[in-house]
């Protein structure tokens, strides 16, 4: 069973920061190293947006337009982990974050088999 379980959430002024974890265990973490990460957002009413992610080899990363400067991800093969980096946070990334898994790197999330249970963000402006 994959379990992939994302911290780091929380309520944060505008201008902040905060650092999300995205914690993967289970069968085939063996295979960790194998498989494209993503962070993707939801607000009520709104479609699953694309964040940010990274290749199975970490050489390649890409980021929403929205994002892209304030916001890095990254990934650490010996504890399993994924991370978002947020800068700069602003009340338009309030959301609940979520990390996932794919096969290829994609910003499709129909693409992600796996996810985590989401992690709430909330910038007070």
């Known amino acids: 069973q994959v379990r992939l379980i994302e911290s780091g959430g929380g309520l944060v002024q505008a201008g902040g920061s905060l650092r999300l974890s995205c914690a993967a265990s289970?069968?085939?973490?063996?295979?960790?190293?194998?498989?494209?990460w993503a962070w993707f957002r939801q607000v009520p009413g709104k479609e699953r947006e694309f964040v940010a992610l990274?290749?199975?080899?970490?050489?390649?990363?890409d980021y929403a337009d929205s994002v892209k400067g304030r916001f890095f991800i990254s990934r650490d093969k010996a504890s399993n982990t994924v991370s978002l980096q947020m800068n700069s946070l602003n009340a338009e990334d309030t959301a609940v974050y979520y990390c996932?898994?794919?096969?290829?790197?994609?910003?499709?999330?129909?693409?992600?088999?796996?996810w985590g249970q989401g992690t709430q963000v909330t910038v007070s402006s």
């Open positions: 996932a898994r794919a096969p290829r790197a994609s910003r499709d999330s129909g693409d992600y088999g796996y």
């Open positions: 289970g069968r085939a973490f063996g295979g960790f190293s194998y498989y494209n």
């Open positions: 990274v290749n199975w080899s970490g050489s390649t990363t």
